[in-house]
């Protein structure tokens, strides 16, 4: 069986077409990120016309590339919800079009729960395992039982990590997106300033994040600081909240399997702590490689692939959300 999955919940426009017995035949994904460098952040308006305009060559490049012929494709899966509303949009509207001209089902998929099956690509998890997902929208703890089964633990009750990065990053005029650059830069530098773990003590799964950019913001306007050293502070500290809720959602739950996914888990200091914690406290641990811890669509072919097989298709009147939460969405046309 094959699908054509498509993605385009924020600045990535992105198409894939998967197999389930020979996996990737081709992918293709274009990022946005130059266009929206100068404003320091997703420009909504621009991230849908950029998606408009790009969604036609990049799959007629992807049907050259592969000499894949569109007709063998049996559904089209595409990224309903979550995201920025108009980009979900130009992505469904280009799904159901083609759904029509090939008259093929169309599969709709959770973005998160694409990105928790990332990791499923290079191999599939044991149930039931712990999922971290760390992106510039959410910083979500969900215990996963079965496919479609998604218990939401906690997460954060203001910005969502990925987005403190990019913040921070805007907030020293580092530019977009602000994760790779302070991963970057955080090498180099030595955690000298104090800065807070809001809610690291709390015996919950909720963690917060906008007054840790508060605290950065501090010392930037004092003016004289040290990039390096400033980065290397702030990536300590989410770290630090990103370890203790990990651990205690493990205490809890007794459960020692983890996944992390989401463009966050592309970052060398959280791969490098929770290996080194994976192997000091014996716990299983699952990163997608990096290329697959960003926005892409293999993850939304797979989950598609996973929902197709249930006998999940979606009604032809079916209308993007900016937010269905994953543990309904589980449920959903079941
Ligand atoms: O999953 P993703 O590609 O898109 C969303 O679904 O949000 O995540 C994008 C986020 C951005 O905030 C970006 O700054 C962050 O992931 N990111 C990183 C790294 N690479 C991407 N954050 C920290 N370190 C990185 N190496
Ligand atoms: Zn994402």
Redesign the pocket.
């Known amino acids: 069986m094959h699908t054509l999955s498509i993605e385009t919940?924020?600045d990535e426009t992105a198409l894939c077409i998967y197999s389930d017995e020979k996996g990737v035949i081709g992918d293709i994904i274009l990022s946005q990120a130059k266009v929206h460098f100068p404003y320091g952040g997703v420009v909504p308006e621009l991230s849908a016309r950029e998606h408009t305009k790009n969604l036609l060559p990049l799959l007629d490049k992807l049907l050259k590339d592969t000499g894949f012929d569109i007709k063998r494709i049996d559904f089209i899966s595409f990224t309903l919800t979550p995201g920025l509303i108009l980009s979900l949009v130009v992505g469904a509207s280009f799904a159901k079009a083609l759904a029509y001209y090939l008259k093929k089902p169309l599969v709709p998929v959770h973005?998160l729960e694409g990105?928790i099956y990332s990791v499923f690509l290079e191999k599939p998890v044991e149930y039931p395992f712990l999922a971290l997902i760390v992106?510039?929208?959410h910083t979500d703890i969900y215990l996963v039982e079965s496919f479609g089964n998604y218990l939401f633990l906690g997460g954060t009750l203001d910005d969502a990590v990925?987005?403190s990065?990019?913040k921070v990053a805007k907030l020293m005029d580092l530019g977009y997106?602000?994760?790779?650059i302070?991963?970057q830069l955080a090498k180099g530098g030595n955690a000298i300033y104090k800065l807070p773990r809001p809610m690291i003590e709390e015996d919950s799964f909720d963690m917060s994040f906008s007054g840790l950019k508060t605290a950065v913001r501090k010392i930037i306007e004092k003016g004289d600081y040290l990039k390096e050293d400033l980065s290397a502070s702030f990536q300590e500290a989410v770290m630090d909240v990103l370890e203790r809720k990990i651990l205690l959602a493990m205490e809890k739950t007794g459960i020692k399997r983890l996944v992390i996914v989401?463009?966050?888990s592309?970052?060398?200091e959280l791969r490098r702590r929770f290996k080194e914690k994976s192997q000091k406290l014996g716990f299983e641990l699952h990163i997608p490689h990096p290329k697959l811890s960003?926005?892409n669509a293999q993850m939304i072919a797979y989950a598609g692939m996973e929902r197709f097989k249930r006998g999940i298709v979606a009604p032809e009147n079916i209308n993007p959300e900016p937010n269905i939460p994953l543990e309904i969405f589980g449920k959903l046309w079941s």
Do not use: M, Q
Request: glycine fraction near 28%.
């Open positions: 919940s924020c973005h990105h992106s510039g929208g990925g987005e990065y990019d997106p602000g994760g790779p302070i991963d989401g463009g966050v592309a970052n060398s960003t926005d």
